[in-house]
């Protein structure tokens, strides 16, 4: 019962920390770009940065789809008892799986669509974009919370 009960708790603490991430991945930026335009006309120089959430980028929803439909799991192995809490442990790990490669694969678009120095008449163009903190909160997120939701489902198993 002691296992069981360790279990339960590792369970937890891994799905409170997933959910700190996840709304870290959410809330910080995924990448951030620097575009700079130079005109040849005194103070028409344009130089603006800042930072992309996930929701603006290519892929982004499918990104957050993926990681409610872990935390979805993740809530019916805390809240389902037997075989339909140990099922949905396992999707919630293949979900997660799933969720950690699609954070990959968007951070590595946003990073990759830098532009070199693009001369377009009177104007030079420069877009810059590098990779932001919120890729490896986006990352790790959806593994931890599956992750915890496996340890949850396993709270049903009899002895």
């Known amino acids: 019962m002691t296992r069981k009960v360790a279990l339960v708790g590792g369970g937890g603490a891994l799905v409170v920390a997933g959910f700190v991430l996840a709304l870290l991945a959410?809330?910080?930026?995924?990448?951030?770009?620097?575009?700079?335009?130079?005109?040849?006309?005194?103070?028409?120089?344009?130089?603006?940065?800042?930072?992309?959430?996930?929701?603006?980028?290519?892929?982004?929803?499918?990104?957050?789809?993926?990681?409610?439909v872990v935390l979805g799991l993740v809530a019916g192995a805390a809240a389902a008892t037997g075989g339909a809490a140990r099922g949905a442990g396992v999707a919630a790990l293949a979900m997660g799986v799933l969720g950690m490669l699609l954070a990959s694969l968007v951070g590595a678009r946003a990073a990759g669509a830098s532009m070199d120095t693009l001369v377009s008449g009177l104007a030079m163009v420069d877009v810059r974009a590098t990779r932001g903190p919120g890729v490896g909160y986006g990352v790790a997120a959806p593994l931890v919370l599956a992750l915890g939701g496996a340890l949850l489902s396993v709270r049903t198993q009899q002895n």
Not at 55 to 63: A, E, I
């Open 26 to 68: 959410l809330a910080v930026p995924w990448a951030h770009y620097r575009l700079a335009v130079d005109v040849p006309v005194e103070g028409a120089d344009l130089d603006h940065s800042g930072g992309i959430a996930v929701f603006q980028l290519d892929l982004g929803w499918w990104y957050v789809i993926a990681l409610f």
